[in-house]
């Protein structure tokens, strides 16, 4: 079965990326570097980037569940310009809570290096997700 946000997320089709895997503990989502994707300085976008690391939260935070996951707070720190591609982003899990998920998500350039961190959090609600 396909993951929920993988199968209805449309931002993660609009910037190209790729949900390679997703499970409740890790999951791991790449995207290309493309013009669209950068900014006036020839970089990755900074909202490119956090938009990459918050998929790969929701992938991994509702992967395999039947209700939705909903972020409360993601905290972003950029470390290094992203200048190839593509960026890929690992989230790890830190805790599943009852209601509260945390992960950490790190952010990776073409080459390997680490360009942003953070730490994202989500409630988890009683909204059925969509099949």
Request: proline share 4%; with cysteine.
């Amino acid at each position: 079965m396909r993951n929920y946000v993988e199968k209805h997320d449309k931002l993660l089709r609009h910037l190209q990326m790729t949900i390679e895997t997703a499970t409740p503990d890790f999951a791991r989502v790449t995207m290309p570097l493309t013009e669209n994707h950068k900014n006036g300085m020839g970089c990755a976008h900074g909202g490119a980037i956090f938009s990459l690391a918050d998929v790969a939260f929701g992938a991994a935070a509702n992967a395999g569940k039947d209700m939705g996951v909903v972020s409360l707070s993601t905290t972003i720190e950029f470390l290094r310009p992203g200048k190839c591609g593509p960026l890929a982003a690992e989230s790890y899990v830190v805790r599943k809570g009852q209601h509260i998920q945390s992960y950490t998500v790190k952010v990776f350039d073409g080459n390997g290096e680490l360009i942003a961190q953070c730490m994202a959090s989500g409630y988890q609600t009683d909204i059925l997700l969509p099949t």
